[in-house]
């Protein structure tokens, strides 16, 4: 059974730092691309970061570029996002998902996808 379990959110004052994780089973990452993917309220789902299975590959959204770093550790089948300088506007619900292929790292193209963890950045 496949599955995607993230956790580390939490409440963060603006400026500060979270690293998230998220731990898969029932697959390894050498096979799939991860992405992590954040949905606050009222918003639609955006892509965040993305990794490629080898892990050589990476890409960020506009907004989380030079404050995100997305990496993962293949003998923990941990995929994590650092996520530092947060501002308020990262407040989201974020989520873990996988796809085969890196190039369909996308909201709508991943296959599986984890129940996600809140992030919350206020003062």
């Known amino acids: 059974q496949l599955q995607l379990v993230e956790s580390g959110g939490g409440l963060v004052q603006p400026g500060g730092s979270l690293r998230l994780s998220c731990a898969v089973s029932?697959?390894?990452?050498?096979?799939?691309?991860i992405g992590w993917f954040r949905q606050a309220p009222g918003k639609e789902r955006e892509g965040v970061s993305c990794?490629?299975?080898?892990?050589?590959?990476?890409n960020y959204a506009d907004s989380v570029k030079g404050r995100f770093t997305i990496s993962r550790d293949s003998a923990k089948n941990t995929v994590y996002l650092q996520m530092n300088s947060l501002k308020p506007e990262d407040t989201a619900v974020y989520y873990c998902?996988?796809?085969?292929?890196?190039?369909?790292?996308?909201?709508?193209?991943?296959?599986?996808w984890g129940k996600g963890t809140l992030v919350t950045v206020s003062s």
């Open positions: 029932g697959f390894t990452l050498d096979y799939y691309a």
């Open positions: 998902a996988a796809e085969i292929l890196y190039a369909r790292c996308d909201v709508l193209s991943m296959r599986y």
């Open positions: 990794i490629s299975s080898s892990g050589g590959r990476t």
